[in-house]
């Protein structure tokens, strides 16, 4: 047995040739992968990103080897190392739960699993009874045929066995002792050598990749078994040679494409073989990534080839074009269905399958051997709503993104009808360029021509990569139908106070680029607020100052028209509380007593109400004697959530009285009797009233004069009310005035 057949990988084998002196060969070989590998390495340096991005889920398997879960979800069920598996016609899933020596199947319908082919025990057993009471020995590949009927390759049995529509099982190929012989006759007579993968032809055949035997056997829908590549001797392929004069080295998979050419995954040469239906074999072009114990392959409706790079951790995805992209981050762990499938991780990636149907296009189901899970990888999806023929509907965003470090070229937006292209895109016509780290949005239209469910795919393509694509879905609905319509609410405003204006906006939503028309009426509960009618922009806003304090719920009802249904916001719950305001209290109520010239003080106390109010307060003191000195603190005073006490200290002036004349008012009333003096006496009697005058006017001087009044001591007890007045804005933008009253009374 050589090392590939041991498992030993390609690499070691290349150092074991190395160490045999071979070294010119070793370096002309290393060589050559290198410049094999730059076409990828190039690729890379710009790199398409699309929003919405592919999607992974676990279809089977719960992430650790065992077996149970029959009649349960798949994703809850437990596998062990499954390493084929085949989709028949409905969409069922048939794995070969390789250490469990079961054959289970996925049903489409609710994703349910059930075992239809062996009991779990290793062996082999049960011909011609019901399959589910045979014995499998570690079976390593499924197919399904044309007709529903599920072929089993039953690995180290050496056989293929059938199970019919009844379910029973029989052997179909194989004599069950490991060799090579029967070509041209009943296969049940043949020897074959541990096969490991089968498929379905395309006339009822089968193609068996028998591994042992380095060869590709033909099973006709007759019975009889043949030849159709590789001569028997391990080595690798000659590209052109008939395929029957050629070898092969280990190959593991076959599947049978659409043509009728059959892609042969040559595991021990690294290489997908392309088995044509001229009966040559040739090379499929994998140069723009690189391959390494590559274990199956898929095909796609897009004519991708998709294949299992089991050696490399990853899935290869090859493009009709040659380009290439892959599915994993190439490093070995646990799949993560969280990171794209581009990032996430996986284990030995055992079978691959793609989808061919319009239902999930592009879809590929992965099997991780060493995490025993079935993971489904999709396109990302736009889903479109329900349009009326010959109407646009609203636009959805696709954003393409340029991941890597130099300019990328977009060549081609494929974009089939009946989805275009919006005059809001910002991507433009292709071709065109993103620089590194850019963007661009494309922004699309659905606008039906028929009746129906549409599903069809973005497809952008770029230089030097694999497209991109978007699965787009639509219905067109008839024309005259109304379409759902949806009400939005929104109010101005965290807070709502009482009294003041409140507004409260109402928008319709349609899936149509047609605004809505018609009115809204809006409800506080069952109370109607006020109908007001859609603005161009299909909007309404009704503005109210009458909502009493406590809790509201608002609503909005759209009344529909020719082609939006009547629709109805959801509740919205309002609650409309007293602004927030304060008072302010004196802090006595009994009169102050003083003597002039005494210090007092009054103290009251700010208090908010309705809330934190955070605002600055001024205060101002009347009713006080005049020259009274005033310091309030505390300065500034900010008024928030808790009491602020208020100080306000004084000082009366020395000398409190009533006004008397003044010295010249006095002269003014001598001033007549002054005038009919004799003009000899009128001199001399200026100057007695001058000398009269003259000590009163000292007096003055020495303070007892006040605003030119004289000033005489106090002579009874004088009251004086004294207003304190607190003033801010409040947060409704008014101003708030509150008063505190205080009584002074001032002693002789």
């Not at 340096?45 to 009649?71: E, I, M, R």
């Not at 249904?565 to 959801?570: K, R």
């Amino acid at each position: 047995m050589t090392a590939t057949q041991r498992g030993v990988p390609p690499s070691s084998t290349f150092s074991h040739l190395c160490a045999r002196s071979m070294r010119c060969l070793c370096l002309t070989l290393a060589a050559s992968l290198l410049a094999l590998s730059l076409p990828c390495i190039r690729a890379q340096d710009a790199v398409l990103v699309l929003t919405p991005s592919p999607t992974t889920t676990v279809a089977a398997g719960t992430g650790s080897a065992g077996y149970g879960g029959d009649g349960n979800s798949a994703s809850a069920a437990q596998l062990a190392a499954p390493s084929a598996m085949a989709r028949d016609a409905q969409g069922n899933i048939f794995l070969a739960d390789t250490r469990n020596h079961r054959i289970r199947r996925i049903a489409a319908a609710d994703g349910t699993i059930s075992t239809i082919a062996g009991t779990g025990v290793q062996g082999f057993a049960g011909d011609e009874g019901p399959a589910t009471q045979a014995q499998l020995d570690s079976p390593g590949g499924v197919a399904v045929l044309t007709d529903g009927t599920l072929v089993i390759v039953d690995t180290h049995n050496h056989r293929l066995r059938r199970v019919d529509a009844a379910g029973n099982i029989h052997t179909i190929a194989g004599t069950g002792t490991r060799g090579y012989s029967g070509d041209g006759a009943a296969a049940t007579a043949a020897q074959l050598n541990g096969p490991l993968g089968v498929a379905a032809g395309l006339a009822g055949d089968l193609y068996i990749a028998d591994a042992g035997n380095h060869c590709i056997r033909h099973l006709g829908a007759d019975g009889t078994i043949s030849t159709v590549a590789g001569d028997g001797t391990q080595g690798d392929a000659i590209d052109g040679a008939p395929a029957t004069s050629t070898h092969l080295n280990l190959p593991v998979a076959v599947t049978v494409r659409a043509d009728g050419s059959v892609l042969i995954t040559d595991r021990g040469s690294n290489r997908i073989l392309i088995l044509q239906t001229d009966g040559t074999l040739h090379t499929l072009n994998t140069a723009s990534v690189s391959l390494r114990r590559p274990s199956g392959t898929g095909t796609n409706s897009f004519g991708d080839t998709l294949i299992a790079d089991t050696g490399n951790f990853r899935v290869a995805q090859i493009s009709s074009s040659g380009a290439g992209s892959v599915l994993g981050s190439g490093e070995q762990g646990a799949p993560n269905p969280a990171l794209a499938p581009i990032a996430t991780a996986f284990g030995a990636t055992a079978s691959v399958l793609g989808t061919n149907t319009s239902a999930a296009p592009g879809q590929i189901a992965v099997l991780d051997r060493d995490h025993s899970q079935l993971l489904q990888v999709s396109l990302p999806r736009l889903a479109f709503a329900d349009t009326v023929v010959a109407t646009a509907s609203l636009p959805r965003s696709v954003v393409l993104r340029n991941a890597g470090t130099t300019a990328l070229s977009v060549t081609s937006i494929g974009l089939p009808a009946p989805f275009t292209t919006a005059a809001t895109s910002t991507c433009g016509s292709a071709p065109f360029q993103l620089a590194a780290n850019a963007n661009c949005q494309l922004d699309l239209l659905f606008t039906p021509s028929t009746i129906g469910a549409v599903s069809t795919v973005l497809e952008v393509n770029i230089a030097n990569g694999p497209p991109q694509r978007v699965t787009l879905l639509g219905n067109g609905l008839r024309t005259g139908t109304q379409l759902a319509s949806s009400v939005s609410l929104q109010t101005s405003g965290t807070l709502n106070y009482a009294g003041v204006p409140l507004a409260i906006t109402a928008a319709v939503l349609g899936s149509s680029t047609t605004a809505a028309t018609g009115n809204v009426t809006f409800l506080d509960g069952t109370t109607v607020l006020g109908t007001s009618p859609l603005n161009p922009s299909a909007q309404a806003t009704l503005t109210t100052a009458a909502l009493a304090t406590g809790a509201h719920t608002l609503s909005a009802r759209y009344s529909g028209d020719a082609l939006y249904l009547p629709s109805t916001s959801a509740a919205s719950a309002l609650t409309i509380t007293l602004a927030p305001d304060f008072t302010a209290t004196a802090s006595n109520t009994a009169p102050l007593i003083l003597h002039s010239g005494n210090p007092g003080a009054l103290s009251l106390t700010l208090q908010p109400s309705n809330g934190v109010l955070n605002r600055v307060v001024t205060i101002t003191v009347d009713g006080l004697p005049p020259g009274t000195a005033i310091n309030v603190t505390p300065i500034p005073i900010t008024l928030a959530s808790d009491p602020v006490p208020v100080n306000i200290a004084f000082k009366l002036p020395v000398s409190l009285s009533q006004a008397q004349p003044s010295s010249a008012l006095r002269l003014v009333l001598l001033a007549p009797f002054l005038l009919f003096l004799p003009a000899r006496r009128r001199a001399s009697a200026l100057l007695l009233v001058a000398l009269a005058v003259l000590p009163l006017a000292l007096q003055g001087c020495g303070g007892g004069y006040l605003g030119g009044q004289s000033v005489t001591a106090q002579s009874a007890t004088a009251t004086y009310p004294v207003t304190v007045t607190a003033t801010c804005t409040g947060v409704t933008g008014g101003t708030l005035t509150h008063t505190a009253s205080f009584t002074v009374e001032v002693q002789p």
